[in-house]
């Protein structure tokens, strides 16, 4: 099977999932641990409902600690060793919270490798960008922003294989375009790199998105 095959499914397949779509009805049984359900009126016609997942809440935390780092970067006037600090506390509190709100989700799924994935991967960058703070590295240091793009990147694709997900793949291509855009924008490219990472982990937590 190629790639291609991995990630769309057959055309003449039933039903099949929208890449992007508004959330609909909740969640199988099973999946409904730890559900977040919002339901309001705004202005008092707007009807807004909606829900988060567990999973949902990981990638709407993840996005939250992207903003956190990259704003600092782009808009603190803390030395880099102090940033570096923020970054690494912030990545391994939110590594550690998504294993436990996401590892349910994933036994159901049967994809508690993809946490494994991440985890390694957002690990390593963070262990890259201190090394590259602690030691003066010039090298990792002008390529910070490149790094975090590449790197979740090829986390998105790894998991839109696994789980066939046009979304995730998708994803994961505006990463690797949004690489040389930055380079074409250094003094706005922490701005950038946090934006495409938090905005995408946003679009994910909010909406629905195709997966086996």
Not at 110 to 133: E, F
Not at 137 to 150: D, E, K, P, V
Not at 184 to 196: E, I, N, R
């Amino acid at each position: 099977m190629n790639l291609f095959d991995r990630l769309h499914p057959h055309p003449n397949a039933a039903d099949p999932q929208p890449i992007f779509c508004l959330k609909r009805d909740l969640p199988a049984p099973d999946e409904r641990h730890g559900l977040i359900a919002l339901n309001w009126f705004l202005f008092g016609s707007i009807h807004l409902k909606t829900y988060f997942t567990r999973l949902d809440q990981a990638l709407m935390l993840w996005g939250g600690v992207t903003a956190i780092i990259f704003g600092t970067v782009q808009l603190s006037r803390l030395t880099w060793f102090t940033q570096a600090a923020i970054a690494s506390i912030l990545t391994l509190g939110a590594t550690l919270a998504t294993v436990g709100l996401a590892w349910g989700w994933a036994t159901v799924k049967q994809a508690r490798w993809v946490i494994g994935v991440w985890a390694v991967l957002m690990v390593g960058a963070i262990a890259r960008n201190d090394y590259g703070v602690f030691t003066g590295n010039g090298l990792i240091l002008r390529h910070l922003c490149c790094g975090w793009l590449g790197l979740c990147g090829v986390g998105y694709w790894v998991t839109a294989m696994g789980m066939r997900s046009r979304a995730l793949a998708g994803v994961g291509l505006v990463h690797w375009v949004a690489i040389p855009v930055i380079g074409a924008m250094p003094s706005w490219q922490f701005s950038l790199t946090g934006s495409t990472l938090t905005l995408s982990l946003w679009l994910l937590g909010t909406l629905q998105w195709d997966h086996r």
